[in-house]
């Protein structure tokens, strides 16, 4: 079921009508059903993999609570991950892995079959396969006690909200609220209905508007050259952003309807002014569990400098990896640890001045990331080389360069698909989306329009919702994060 499908128009208000009415005592029960039915609206097949990790990691939760010894203790945990972990590779990682090594051992003349498996990869199994394992390692350290009730337990890894697209909640954090008594609080409802909003502005005027021209650019690239494939990168940047923090600020708001908090999961990435800042306020969730769970068992840097360098490096070719079973994935991750890596060095030679750079600052560090997402975005590493090899073709001849983009984008069809006038309102959306992270560095941006009065808040919310509903007539789409 998707956010921005009528299904979810209808399932979200019966939830909510039914979750305030019910008795405190139930209320857990009614989010353990509607996240059960949200997840197995995709295929109910599936469930049976999320049931299965929930099982495991409940279980092996108690019996390390139960004993005292460290190594059973250890065994337990090394279980859980085992299972969990194993389940995860095999649908997201088998039929890669196997092409991988048969593509390797037929370049060393070894005569063998491709072995691949007709798997469709289960919603979300890289979000709640995440969430499971932070559980399972918080109580082996002790930081959490083991949830003894499963159905609490249950609901707290499939919460239908950031079930299949994160935020990947921690223990401490969501399961004692699952737990806990609410109580309604319209001021937080209110909040909450216009996180969703504003999470479908961005999802449904921006980034699917942008969708379509990414795509015919990025599904073809050799048919282009030089300014299409430009601006491409630079609109696929806007898309993902709008994509991913679209879902996470629905899933926020829808939370709040039912007085729950989940993580921030983005806060203004693009206006950092490093690569750390940015990963420090893109997808928070993601990168907080990477250092909590493998940067920092790792040795962190506590073990020198080269030790974390190498630390940085591994860290980010996992996270690259975790986005998906493909060498684009891992290349972007390996760009992003590097560029960690270099910065440092930098930094520490050249430390940055505190006045006067900070926009240039900005500046690069948005034209790295975007370089970076050519690897993200592109379907195999020769498309990726290709954009690479061809984004500034000509631009030695800036008329030139303007205006064979305009003949390729005239001739692939483009300006039919993506007009003019599509171009500019996407851009105006895009500017307002800008504005609001501007604000955001400073007040929210609600707090912000409170000062004004109900006449001009009323306004701007009618217009927010006129341009989701009008830009809704392109169709549904699912959100990018769906398929890791």
């Known amino acids: 079921m998707l956010f921005n499908s009528n299904a979810f128009y209808v399932f979200l208000p019966i939830v909510f009508t039914i979750y305030w009415i019910m008795p ?11 996240s059960y039915y949200f997840y197995m609206s995709w295929n109910v097949k599936y469930v049976v993999l999320i049931l299965l990790t929930t099982i495991v990691s409940y279980g092996t939760a108690l019996l390390m609570e139960r004993t005292e010894s460290k190594k059973k203790r250890k065994l337990c945990m090394l279980v859980a991950l085992i299972i969990s972990l194993g389940v995860l590779f095999f649908f997201k990682y088998f039929n890669f892995l196997s092409a991988t090594v048969t593509h390797c051992l037929q370049r060393m003349a070894i005569p063998v079959q491709d072995v691949t498996l007709k798997l469709m990869l289960p919603v979300g199994i890289s979000f709640y396969t995440f969430q499971t394992l932070s559980y399972v390692i918080d109580v082996y350290r002790g930081e959490v006690k083991a949830c003894r009730h499963f159905g609490k337990y249950a609901t707290f890894i499939a919460f239908f909200p950031q079930l299949v697209a994160g935020p990947i909640e921690r223990t401490r954090n969501l399961l004692p609220q699952i737990e806990g008594e609410h ?44 300014l299409p494939l430009l601006i491409a990168t630079l609109l696929f940047a806007f898309q993902i952003y709008c994509d991913f923090s679209g879902y ?9 309807l039912l007085d729950i908090d989940l993580m921030t999961n983005f806060k203004s990435p693009y206006f950092s002014a490093s690569i750390k800042e940015f990963w420090s306020r893109w997808h928070i969730s993601l990168s907080t569990w990477f250092r909590d769970y493998v940067y920092i068992p790792l040795g962190g840097n506590r073990k020198g400098a080269w030790r974390t360098r190498f630390n940085l490096i591994v860290t980010f070719l996992c996270s690259g990896l975790w986005h998906g079973a493909n060498w684009t994935y891992c290349v972007w991750g390996l760009i992003h640890g590097l560029g960690q890596v270099i ?23 948005f034209l790295f990331v975007c370089f970076a997402w ?23 001849d800036p008329r030139t360069y303007l205006a064979t983009g305009y003949e390729t984008f005239r001739a692939a ?36 329009l409170g000062r004004y009065q109900k006449p001009v808040r009323y306004v701007i919310y009618f217009l927010l919702l006129f341009s989701i509903l009008y830009s809704r007539q392109l169709g549904e789409y699912e959100f990018v994060y769906f398929q890791f």
């Open 24 to 34: 405190q005592k139930y209320r857990w029960g009614i989010l353990f059903l509607s």
């Open 248 to 256: 996470s600020d629905i899933a926020v708001g829808v939370a709040e």
């Open 343 to 365: 910065e440092k060095e930098w930094n520490h030679y050249f430390p940055p001045k505190k006045e006067g750079t900070h926009g240039v600052r900005i500046l690069f560090t």
């Open 413 to 448: 069809s483009l300006e039919q698909t993506f007009g003019l006038k599509p171009l500019l309102l996407t851009g105006f959306f895009i500017l307002i989306m800008l504005f609001h992270d501007l604000m955001e560095l400073k007040i929210s941006i609600w707090n912000w």
């Open 374 to 396: 050519i690897f993200f975005r592109a379907n195999s590493l020769s498309d990726a080389g290709y954009v690479v090899s061809h984004l500034f073709s000509g631009i030695a």
């Open 183 to 226: 109580t309604f609080h319209s001021d937080k409802a209110i909040h909450g209905a216009k996180m969703i909003a504003w999470g479908f502005f961005k999802k449904i005027a921006i980034a699917d508007s942008i969708a379509i021209y990414v795509d015919v650019v990025y599904n073809q690239v050799t048919h282009f050259t030089g």
